[in-house]
Structure formats: C-alpha cells, structure tokens
C-alpha cells in the first residue's frame, strides 16, 4: 500500500505530536505528585512530629494496619519515642498510581531498614493509599499496610531512600502499640 506525501506528513505530525505526551503519562506513573503526601508522612513518622503527621492527612485519615483499623491519632500515639535512639532510612518503590480529577491512588512498597545497638532490622511493607486535593494540595485519606514476613521479602524491587532520621528502639518491630 502506497501513502501519500499528505499522509506521511500527518501520520509524522500525529507520531511527534503524541510522543511527548507518551513520555509524560510514563514519568507520571513512575513518581505521581500524589506519592508526595505518604513520603511527608513518613518523614514525619521518623521524626516523631504528630503536627506534621496530620499536615499530610484529611480529617477523616483511615490506616488499616495490618488487619487493624487505626486514626491518625493513633498512628501519631504508635511513633512516639520511648527508648534508645535508633536510624531509620525509609525507601519506596512505586507501583501503580492513577488519578481521576481531585482524586489519586497509588500502590508501592514500603521498606524501613532499622539500625540500632543490638543490629540491623528490615521491615517491608505491601502498601496502597488514597489521596484527595484539597486547596490545592494532596492529602491521604485512606492508607492500607500489609507488613511481610521476612521470607516472602520481594527481591526484585528497586528501592528509592527517601530519608534517615533517628527514631525510637522500642519501634523496631513495627508501627503497631505493644
């Protein structure tokens, strides 16, 4: 089948107009603005800064923590310091994110490597979250958090370190009250 020169022209039109629109959804779904709002969450868990926490939640913030159903009171009350100081690096790998309008979710891992007097602990997490807009700014309105046990560890994740922060000993465990 023959084109013409006015077809070659549109069809090259068409591919370098959509192309960079391509590249944006790709980047887009590999670091969505949303993810932002559960990086400053956890920045603020590893401080210990319950404002902080709240600054990145909707008043209605629901964290279903490993078959728990918690506020963010409770979370806030979970990550407060009650011993030793330890170093807690956090990283994350995105799943999946999609948006609709004010409204995002995304999928990812979550992983906390623990350093303490007695060693080095590794947490994982296979978590989701819901955020809204709101004046502009992404907040997480529901959070779900499934920790696995060391042996069912994913080993093909490409960890990003979000942050190091020194934190409390008696947390190593997980983010659940004893």
């Not at 319950?50 to 078959?67: C, P, S, V, Y």
């Amino acid at each position: 089948m023959r084109t013409s020169g006015a077809q070659r022209v549109i069809m090259s039109l068409s591919f370098w107009l959509c192309w960079p629109l391509l590249c944006i959804a790709t980047a887009d779904a590999a670091d969505h603005p949303a993810f932002e709002s559960v990086k400053e969450l956890f920045a603020a868990m590893s401080k210990h800064d319950g404002k902080a926490m709240q600054e990145t939640a909707t008043e209605d913030f629901q964290l279903l923590e490993h078959g728990e159903d918690w506020t963010m009171q409770r979370l806030i009350e979970a990550v407060q310091p009650k011993g030793k100081p330890y170093e807690r690096k956090n990283f994350f790998s995105q799943i999946r994110a999609r948006q609709n309008g004010d409204v995002a979710w995304v999928s990812y891992w979550n992983k906390a490597e623990i350093r303490s007097e007695s060693g080095l602990r590794t947490i994982v997490w296979l978590e989701s979250a819901v955020m809204v807009k709101e004046v502009g700014r992404w907040k997480i309105q529901l959070l779900h958090s499934t920790r696995l046990e060391p042996e069912h560890h994913p080993m093909d994740i490409d960890w990003v370190l979000f942050e190091t922060a020194h934190v409390d000993v008696n947390q190593v465990h997980d983010r659940s009250p004893k």
